[in-house]
């Protein structure tokens, strides 16, 4: 049974950093692609960041690009997400997703697999 477990989010200052985690289990990491999504009250769920199983490619969103950094611990099953200069607009759920295969897809239907969600609240 896979599982996704996020951690690391709280409530953070305009300006400030935090690092997601997410703990994957019942895959062999290597051979997934592993992604980071995000909602919004009211809003869709959308994609922040992606990375391959060999964490040799990459893929974010141009909104966070230049401030977030997505990587991955294969020998921990782990993927990361290293938040930097957070704005108000960062403030949502984030959700790890996996998917078979190397691809980074950007699209919520292309992940097989979903974690429960962390809030990242993001002060004035």
Do not use: H
């Amino acid at each position: 049974q896979v599982q996704l477990v996020e951690s690391g989010g709280g409530l953070v200052q305009a300006g400030g950093s935090l690092r997601l985690s997410c703990a994957a289990s019942g895959l062999t990491s290597q051979f997934f692609t592993l992604g980071w999504f995000r909602q919004a009250p009211g809003k869709e769920r959308e994609f922040v960041a992606a990375i391959s199983g060999s964490g040799g490619m990459t893929y974010s969103s141009d909104s966070v690009k230049s401030r977030f950094t997505i990587s991955r611990d294969n020998a921990k099953n782990t993927v990361y997400l290293q938040m930097n200069s957070l704005k108000l607009e960062d403030t949502a759920v984030y959700y790890c997703a996996a998917r078979r295969g190397s691809s980074t897809s950007i699209s919520t239907y292309e992940y097989d697999y979903w974690g429960q969600g962390t809030q990242v609240t993001v002060s004035s």
